[in-house]
């Protein structure tokens, strides 16, 4: 459920206290509401142990990078739907971030738990706004629903804006 913008805290402000941890049906939710650009943004984290504060300063330091790093991302975004709407150019309005995720190592077998206190990679979820209004969008693959998710790799506390993966869906409801 979405809350008034204006009873969200501000996403400069964040701390530790404003996660909720919680058990959900598959996994933890390890989640905060903030305010951010003024609409909502969702923070979530992989693992409790990840709510600390010195993740949540590398929350506020990646958000900090992600609106200076703006012309780099609608470049990367731009050669990511390519492929979809070729010579589509994004503005820097239709950038609609989302849900930012915080994620540590995982696998099969289980890394030692200390590998898994510290964070290894954050994502931001986001969508291209725009006008979808043509004929020709309802039947591509790429539309107002598409998900883009960029992943950057996180050494040390220190995120690596060089080289993102990324991901793209439709699958959120």
């Known amino acids: 459920m979405f809350k008034e913008l204006n009873t969200l805290k501000n996403w400069k402000e964040l701390t530790v206290s404003d996660f909720s941890i919680a058990p959900s049906e598959f996994t933890e939710?390890?989640?905060?509401?903030?305010?951010?650009?003024?609409?909502?943004?969702?923070?979530?984290?992989?693992?409790?142990?990840?709510?600390?504060?010195?993740v949540v300063e590398l929350c506020k330091k990646a958000l900090t990078g992600w609106l200076s790093s703006?012309?780099?991302?609608?470049?990367?975004?731009?050669?990511?739907?390519?492929?979809?709407l070729p010579g589509r150019k994004v503005q820097p309005s239709e950038l609609f971030l989302w849900a930012m995720n915080v994620f540590s190592p995982d696998g099969n077998p289980k890394p030692p738990v200390e590998l898994m206190k510290h964070p290894n990679g954050i994502s931001f979820m986001y969508k291209v706004g725009g006008d979808y209004s043509d004929p020709s969008y309802e039947y591509d693959e790429f539309d107002k629903d598409?998900?883009?998710?960029?992943?950057?790799?996180v050494n040390n506390?220190?995120?690596?804006w060089g080289n993102p993966d990324y991901d793209i869906t439709n699958d959120f409801a």
């Open 29 to 54: 939710d390890n989640s905060s509401k903030v305010n951010f650009n003024n609409h909502e943004l969702s923070v979530y984290f992989s693992r409790r142990e990840l709510v600390n504060e010195r």
């Open 146 to 153: 598409t998900t883009i998710e960029l992943i950057y790799e």
């Open 70 to 84: 703006e012309t780099q991302i609608i470049s990367k975004t731009e050669e990511i739907i390519d492929d979809f």
């Open 157 to 160: 506390y220190e995120i690596d």
